[in-house]
């Protein structure tokens, strides 16, 4: 039987990364989680870890370059699961710290959204894809070996809320929503139809940054639908060094069974 990858995750308790360091651990890898040293003082997070250490995770507290390093020399694959725009830019402490180690078999920056070689928006969304394109260009200047996890929408996040991805709800409004969603009820909706105008103007007076940025989303997504608008082609790297090698995830997990929407649907009949 082959070894299994040492796994490192760096922020392993964020609303992705815990669900990262989960399946790592349950797949059988030796799995590690970077974690703030305070973040025990939070008790919703105090008792992931908890979680994570009965599933025999080892708990790694540092961010500092030195200590960074000797976390790497540990493993063989480094997974960045930040989220907020100021800890994508700082993963270049992390391409560094995997330049230095010279260890590290695969690096997977933290993605988990729409290919940012592909896509531009209007801000705020655009500041926040340039910032994730520009560790990818730091990323393949290095040399270091990588893949980008393009996952696009979590729709397990927005299908909850169809109202055009503002967060809060729990589960799909009943009386406005799409025809998959009128066919589980059995029941015609209200539709509420926003033109491209309406909504620029939406972002234009919108001062909820969260809101903004959400808001920015669905302008590119449903109106310009910007993270479908490609064909995906994989290509041989050795055929052509510097094209690059795309594969559906469907069809290389062949063997992992996808939720489809109107399945994920029939949870709030």
Not at 187 to 211: H, R, V
Not at 232 to 240: F, G, L, P, R
């Amino acid at each position: 039987m082959a070894q299994k990858s040492k796994i490192l995750i760096i922020g392993g308790t964020g609303y992705i990364g815990k669900y990262i360091v989960e399946e790592s651990a349950k797949a059988g890898h030796p799995t590690f989680a970077l974690v703030r040293e305070n973040t025990t003082s939070n008790p919703e997070k105090s008792k992931l870890i908890e979680s994570f250490k009965s599933s025999g995770v080892t708990l790694l507290h540092t961010y500092h370059h030195e200590s960074l390093v000797k976390a790497i020399e540990q493993v063989d694959v480094v997974i960045s699961a930040l989220g907020s725009p100021e800890q994508i830019a700082d993963q270049v402490k992390i391409i560094d710290a995997i330049k230095e180690a010279e260890n590290i078999k695969r690096f997977l920056p933290s993605e988990f959204g729409g290919d940012v070689d592909r896509i531009h928006a209007l801000e705020p969304l655009e500041h926040h894809l340039r910032a994730k394109a520009s560790i990818r260009r730091s990323i393949e200047t290095e040399g270091v070996p990588y893949t980008y996890l393009v996952s696009n929408g979590f729709a397990g996040y927005f299908l909850p809320n169809f109202r055009i991805g503002l967060a809060g709800a729990t589960a799909p409004p009943r009386d406005k929503i799409v025809s998959l969603r009128e066919k589980k009820i059995g029941k015609t909706l209200e539709k509420t139809y926003l033109l491209e105008d309406q909504l620029l103007k939406k972002i234009q007076e919108c001062s909820n940054p969260l809101n903004l940025l959400l808001l920015s989303i669905a302008h590119s997504t449903f109106v310009k639908g910007n993270v479908g608008d490609f064909e995906i082609k994989a290509v041989s790297i050795q055929t052509d060094p510097k094209a690059s090698n795309d594969v559906e995830a469907s069809e290389l997990y062949t063997e992992v069974k996808y939720t489809t929407v109107d399945e994920y649907l029939d949870q709030f009949v």
